[in-house]
Nanobody
Framework: QVQLVESGGGLVQPGGSLRLSCAASGFTLDYYDIGWFRQAPGKEREGVLC????????????YYTNSVKGRFTISRDNAKNTVYLQMNSLKPEDTAVYYCATGPPRSSCSRWSKYDKWGQGTQVTVSS
């Protein structure tokens, strides 16, 4: 069965940290670019950061939007077929449902419209 499963969300105080996981089954995650997206209540889903394929299809480069640069980090563990999102210095405005998605490595990983396989999402709430 081909699927992406996010985990690791939860409630955290401002300034805290969380690590989200995006585990793939039924296919090799490193063949694809991976994007993390989020959707806050009442807002459209937005691309937040991404990592390109690193198996020769691309160069494993990363991209971060300004809103998370310096606080969030994306990484791959190819042995576990999993991508991680380490979130530090969390702010209330980071509250959202976070989704991982895969896209073909034929263009920049920040071309958000190319992502076509999605996980179910995991809720992150930053509140005191």
């Amino acid at each position: 069965q081909v699927q992406l499963v996010e985990s690791g969300g939860g409630l955290v105080q401002p300034g805290g940290s969380l690590r989200l996981s995006c585990a793939a089954s039924g296919f090799t995650l490193d063949y694809y670019d991976i994007g993390w997206f989020r959707q806050a209540p009442g807002k459209e889903r937005e691309g937040v950061l991404c990592i390109s394929s690193s198996d020769g299809r691309s160069d494993g480069s990363t991209y971060y939007t300004n809103s998370v640069k310096g606080r969030f980090t994306i990484s791959r563990d190819n042995a576990k077929n999993t991508v991680y999102l380490q979130m530090n210095s969390l702010k209330p405005e980071d509250t959202a449902v976070y989704y991982c998605a895969t896209g073909p490595p034929r263009s920049s990983c920040s071309r958000w419209s190319k992502y076509d396989k999605w996980g179910q999402g995991t809720q992150v709430t930053v509140s005191s």
